[in-house]
């Protein structure tokens, strides 16, 4: 497990998911991420052991950005596709 993320991950906010299952981590951030605007990037952090597995499956099922990872560091973009140019 790493101690932080990599210095050059830029995001506009951070969620922690503590000590949740990816689950219940995915359920907190979905209702977390619903009201912001597409494109916006949020540093998710969770210590579930299965998050390497559920998050880029999650990513791709919601169609959110799994732009990198190095567990328990996720950087994730809300809804690429559509923000307005």
Do not use: Q
Request: hydrophobic share 35%.
């Amino acid at each position: 497990m790493s101690e932080a993320y990599p210095d050059h991950w830029e995001f506009d906010d951070e969620f922690d998911g503590g000590d949740e299952t990816c689950g219940r981590v995915i359920i907190n951030l979905y209702t977390y991420l619903k009201p912001m605007p597409p494109g916006y990037r949020i540093l998710l952090i969770s210590k579930d052991p299965a998050a390497p597995i559920e998050f880029p499956a999650w990513c791709r099922m919601t169609k959110n950005a799994l732009l990198d990872m190095v567990h328990p560091y996720y950087l994730v973009e809300y809804k690429p596709e559509l923000k307005k140019e």
